[in-house]
């Protein structure tokens, strides 16, 4: 019989209590702060520590009991957070506790710094936030990948993240969903016609069929599978990666399109003269990701063929364009699917609003289309610039 159930604040504290994570004596103060959809999170403020306190749920908070949920995640996030660890020890919170029965991670307290979504709305711009994320994403992607590890070592790895469950969440809300009239679907009305320009567009549906293929088929590295602005912490000097809750051993490119795609909706929900440092951002995440991608592969490759000439380079550009389509996927879903980005829905004036969502739709679309056709960031952000001139 499982042991699971909820906590309250009152048990959060007396579970860090009891495991010597505080001081029995000790005056807590404890709140609830757990906006997400999934989970329960608790802040936990001693005298001399803070914690948090992470509980998945049974069911998807966004929804109800009605979409249950496998516990398994939470033993998912906490492997996925202490492997990230070992290759980003930077960028990755620390884990102080875990139990699968109970599907809680305990960690550390990240309020020093704020979440990047927010700050990002705000109009902060946090410049070292593209550097160290591109970092993280080259040293966690190469480190679980066949050419750092061999194929025998990571198959084994690989069979203990497979995340069925949640992976079926993305299949169906990123990938599926956005491309039908579904159920899930969420947008205004006056965005209709553009959304059925978007159903009947054959040429854009089969491109995303094929992205899907690719989520559904490719096993390159462990993910952290929703890397969104909303999963990091940042400031002016300071970035950790949370919430890899969704890891799964998929395709190279997918990580750095979530991450990218959200930095260009947030350029989108700014006034033009405020849009150049999420472009810069865009460009650099990748530069950083390329190098340091090259040179872990040159410091610790055991691919036969890793000096064999033209092969890296095939490779980054094989990962740029599947990057570009996941991007305009993830631009498409965040605009009309269920779960959107508080960057555009946050937009009060209602013209301003649709029309960034109307650009976020088109700019989406071209590039799952056209992702063959850019070799660059740069490129990228121009084609992007061209559209909103």
């Keep these: 019989m499982s042991s699971y159930e909820p906590l309250t604040t009152e048990s959060a504290v007396a579970?860090?209590?009891?495991?010597?994570?505080?001081?029995?004596?000790?005056?807590?103060?404890?709140?609830?702060?757990?906006?997400?959809?999934?989970n329960y999170v608790f802040h936990i403020k001693g005298i001399e520590k803070s914690l948090i306190v992470k509980q998945a749920l049974p069911y998807a908070k966004v929804v109800g009991e009605s979409w249950p949920l496998t516990l398994e995640r939470a033993?998912?996030?906490?492997?996925?957070?202490?492997?990230?660890?070992?290759?980003?020890?930077?960028?990755?919170?620390?884990?102080?506790?875990?139990?699968?029965?109970?599907?809680i991670t305990i960690m550390e307290d990240l309020s020093h710094l704020e979440i990047a979504r927010t700050g990002l709305i705000n109009g902060k711009d946090y410049p070292l936030i593209a550097r160290h994320t591109g970092e993280f994403i080259a040293r966690t992607l190469y480190g679980t990948s066949d050419f750092a590890m061999g194929p025998q070592e990571k198959k084994n790895l690989q069979k203990t993240f497979s995340n069925p469950e949640l992976c079926n969440i993305t299949e169906g809300l990123v990938f599926t969903d956005p491309f039908f009239d579904a159920e899930t679907n969420n947008f205004e009305e006056a965005l209709r016609p553009d959304v059925e320009k978007l159903w009947n567009d054959s040429a854009l549906k089969l491109q995303a069929a094929q992205l899907k293929r690719l989520f559904l088929t490719?096993?390159?590295?462990?993910?952290?599978?929703?890397?969104?602005?909303?999963?990091i912490f940042a400031s002016e000097t300071e970035t950790k990666v949370i919430d890899p809750e969704f890891a799964f051993y998929g395709?190279?490119?997918?990580?750095?399109?979530?991450f990218t795609a959200n930095l260009l909706m947030n350029a989108l929900s700014r006034e033009e003269n405020r849009r150049e440092p999420l472009f810069d951002h865009i460009v650099t995440v990748w530069n950083v990701f390329n190098r340091e991608f090259t040179r872990l592969w040159n410091e610790n490759n055991t691919e036969a063929f890793a000096e064999t000439e033209g092969y890296l380079d095939w490779l980054l550009a094989d990962i740029f364009e599947q990057a570009t389509g996941f991007m305009g996927l993830e631009m498409i879903r965040r605009t009309i699917g269920l779960a959107h980005v508080k960057d555009l829905d946050g937009m009060m004036d209602d013209e301003k609003r649709l029309t960034a969502k109307r650009r976020s739709l088109f700019i989406g679309a071209r590039l799952v289309k056209e992702r063959a056709t850019y070799k660059t960031a740069e490129q990228l952000v121009a084609a992007v610039k061209e559209v909103l001139a």
């Excluded at 020890?89 to 599907?103: C, F, I, M």
């Design 15 to 38: 579970l860090v209590k009891n495991l010597g994570l505080v001081e029995e004596s000790e005056t807590i103060l404890c709140n609830e702060i757990g906006d997400g959809n999934l």
């Design 75 to 103: 033993d998912i996030e906490n492997r996925a957070l202490r492997l990230q660890g070992v290759f980003a020890p930077d960028y990755t919170p620390k884990v102080y506790y875990s139990d699968r029965d109970l599907a």
């Design 218 to 231: 490719s096993g390159d590295a462990l993910l952290h599978g929703d890397l969104h602005t909303g999963s």
């Design 251 to 258: 395709p190279f490119g997918f990580d750095i399109a979530h």
